[in-house]
């Protein structure tokens, strides 16, 4: 059973930055395919950013692209997400999910990305942005 726990998460005025973190343990596949998604109350969880740490396959969700790198540390387990240029519409509970298959992040990267199809989540982190 993979175990994922995220960190990094606070508060920052508009322009500002955060990097969340996401440490993974009890893997039992070499390669995942790995993602940040987020969400606010009443909506579905959005895919934001992920990679498969087996190839170079990478995803952004369009509202990102520019402002947020996702990268992963083999050594460490560790997946990131440094974000930049904080808006308050990126105010969220950020979550890190893991799914065993790469095609996970070939949808996300072609902008079909579903949650359904992580199976490991962590506990998620709030990030609140304001004006």
């Known amino acids: 059973q993979v175990r994922l726990v995220e960190s990094g998460g606070g508060s920052v005025q508009a322009g500002g930055s955060l990097t969340l973190s996401c440490i993974g343990s009890?893997?039992?596949?070499?390669?995942?395919?790995m993602g940040w998604f987020r969400q606010t109350p009443g909506k579905k969880r959005e895919g934001v950013a992920g990679?498969?740490?087996?190839?170079?396959?990478?995803f952004y969700t369009d509202s990102v692209k520019g402002r947020f790198t996702v990268s992963y540390d083999n050594a460490k387990n560790t997946l990131s997400l440094q974000m930049n240029d904080l808006k308050p519409n990126d105010t969220a509970m950020y979550y890190c999910?893991?799914?065993?298959?790469?095609?996970?992040?070939?949808?996300?990267?072609?902008?079909?990305?579903?949650?359904?199809?992580?199976?490991?989540w962590g506990q998620g982190t709030q990030v609140t942005v304001s004006l």
């Open positions: 999910a893991a799914a065993v298959r790469r095609q996970p992040c070939v949808y996300c990267s072609g902008g079909m990305c579903d949650s359904s199809d992580f199976r490991y």
């Open positions: 009890e893997y039992t596949y070499s390669s995942y395919c």
């Open positions: 990679l498969y740490t087996g190839d170079d396959v990478t």
